[in-house]
């Protein structure tokens, strides 16, 4: 006999493990201290690529003029200029980074939550 | 508005049934019109315009996922410009890379708006990227809508000044600056990416209010807002735009805004309902719109059979048929018995309800609703159990 619940519960969970699913599962085998430690990793290793871009554009755009005052210049308080402005960028990408994915981990909980209850209900409908 | 709704469903309903092959179809059209757009209007390296080998890569876009479109048109881009000079395709690839380290990372999914978004301004149609991610996205997108902006803008300037970048043959440092120069002191890119991204915020947080025809004041709003900003700033920083360009972009994008919302979001206002309860914690003050939806509306092919083709429906459902039979003649057999009047008035009733079954069940259609009524007939049938014995000797007398 078909128990149209089960069917349509099941539907529902098959739909859910075929998309964000298979995301939302990964996402949860993490702490989320772990998650998001992960994802500020990966954030400070993008800033510094992209900064090390625009910073070489930055140079290589008046390069002569840089090699003509590189030995007028203080180079300790160009290195210095330079590594707040590296510090500014990266931190506040990373702030942005973690506000994001700990937003992103809660949904991904809240949704799996969701997803496991809906498995105790159908192991329920089939005890019945 | 009924029949367009009915045509909606169709849509849907093709749609879901083909979907495993129309989805391929669609990546294949929508790589095969990016490629075909790059090669048309950036078109430094001949043999990437081949249309053979847009073709080839059009049909692997088609069975790979819709990111790989844009990977595969942003090396189209980076070939044609190293044809030109490699210092473009390296500016290029910086700004792309950039973008995608800092943004693309956070939302893979917007990827498809940096290749929409400068496709949307090849077609003299941009104003539609606003409206559309102010609808359907988030305030994020606002950055997804810029960076395509940016690209475009940049490819744009390449494109027109490619005379002046083959003049600057070895100078590599001059050639560099002209072209940062071209990407930051382009005041009319941002004007174009300030008045987007208001575009987007305002359609955005209209959209989501409490009011009715929300997405049409929103669109219409957004509309006004984003010709006014592109105005201002053409009198503010003299951005050479298009007046007639700009107005007849912005109805063009109303328009595919409201084909947009019509698939997305169609609801009748007229039905509203504001409702009003409480629980423990909360006083809930509920209005539901309901959706606008019409059910498509089920073809039924009669057939008027003749003896011969009745014959063919002997052999395509002999259960049925046979049932028919023996409940006719029951009918025949149960009147000439004397003392089985039970047994006759069941029957007549069989042969009535058979009768309109043959009817459903020639008319060829294979839905639900003959089988159930089949069923049923063969669930009658069963209730006759005095012509068990009978029906075969019938039918073979047949």
Redesign the interface.
């Known amino acids: 006999m078909l128990n149209e619940d089960r069917i349509i519960l099941m539907t529902h969970m098959a739909s859910y493990e075929a998309h964000e699913g298979k995301k939302n599962v990964k996402v949860g085998n993490y702490f989320r201290g772990d998650y998001i430690g992960f994802q500020v990793l990966?954030?400070i290793i993008?800033?510094t690529?992209?900064f090390v871009?625009?910073f070489g554009?930055f140079i290589?755009?008046?390069?002569?003029v840089f090699m003509q005052d590189i030995y007028k210049m203080d180079l300790l308080e160009f290195a210095r200029e330079v590594l707040t402005a590296y510090l500014v960028v990266t931190g506040g990408?990373v702030v942005i980074?973690y506000i994001?994915y700990w937003r992103r981990y809660n949904k991904v909980k809240k949704s799996l939550k969701r997803y496991y209850s809906n498995l105790k209900k159908l192991s329920g409908i089939y005890e019945k | 508005m009924t029949k367009l709704l009915v045509a909606k469903e169709y849509l849907k309903n093709f749609y879901s049934k083909y979907e495993i092959y129309l989805w391929p179809v669609c990546k294949f059209i929508f790589a095969f019109a990016a490629l075909i757009m790059i090669n048309n209007k950036i078109g430094y390296m001949h043999r990437i315009e081949s249309l053979a080998i847009v073709l080839v890569v059009a049909l692997m876009c088609s069975f790979l996922p819709v990111g790989c479109v844009v990977v595969f048109s942003g090396v189209f881009v980076l070939l044609h410009l190293y044809t030109l000079s490699m210092e473009c395709a390296i500016?290029a690839f910086?700004l792309m890379?950039?973008m995608m380290?800092?943004y693309f990372?956070?939302a893979p999914g917007d990827l498809v708006i940096l290749l929409l978004t400068p496709m949307a301004f090849v077609l003299k149609i941009p104003y539609i990227m606003p409206l559309a991610m102010g609808l359907v996205g988030t305030p994020a997108s606002v950055i997804s809508v810029g960076c395509g902006t940016i690209l475009y803008f940049f490819l744009n300037f390449i494109n027109e000044n490619n005379t002046t970048i083959n003049a600057m043959e070895d100078e590599i440092?001059a050639k560099?600056?002209y072209l940062?120069d071209g990407l930051i002191d382009n005041k009319a890119m941002v004007v174009t990416v300030a008045a987007f991204a208001v575009t987007l915020i305002i359609v955005y947080l209209i959209r989501r209010l409490s009011i009715d025809h929300s997405w049409t004041i929103a669109m219409v709003a957004g509309s006004l807002v984003n010709v006014m900003m592109l105005l201002i700033g053409d009198l503010m920083y003299d951005t050479n735009v298009s007046i007639i360009g700009i107005m007849v972009g912005s109805i063009i994008s109303l328009l595919l805004a409201k084909v947009l919302q019509f698939f997305i979001f169609s609801v009748d206002y007229s039905r509203t309902e504001r409702v009003q309860f409480e629980d423990d914690e909360y006083y809930y003050y509920v209005k539901a719109v309901p959706k606008l939806s019409v059910a498509t509306p089920a073809k039924t092919v009669k057939k008027i059979n003749t003896q011969k083709n009745q014959s063919t429906v002997n052999k395509t459902m002999p259960r049925t048929v046979n049932t028919v039979n023996s409940a006719a003649r029951a009918r025949t057999e149960s009147t000439q018995s004397s003392g089985a009047s039970h047994g006759a008035g069941a029957s007549h009733g069989t042969g009535a309800a058979a009768s309109r079954t043959v009817g459903a069940a020639s008319a060829g259609s294979k839905s639900a609703g003959t089988v159930r009524t089949v069923n049923t007939v063969n669930n009658v049938a069963n209730r006759t159990p005095q012509h068990g014995g009978e029906r075969s000797s019938l039918n073979h007398k047949d």
């Open positions: 990966n954030s993008s800033a690529i992209a871009i625009v554009m290589f755009y008046d390069f002569e990408y980074t994001v | 500016v910086m890379l950039v380290l800092l990372r956070f440092t560099f600056r940062i």
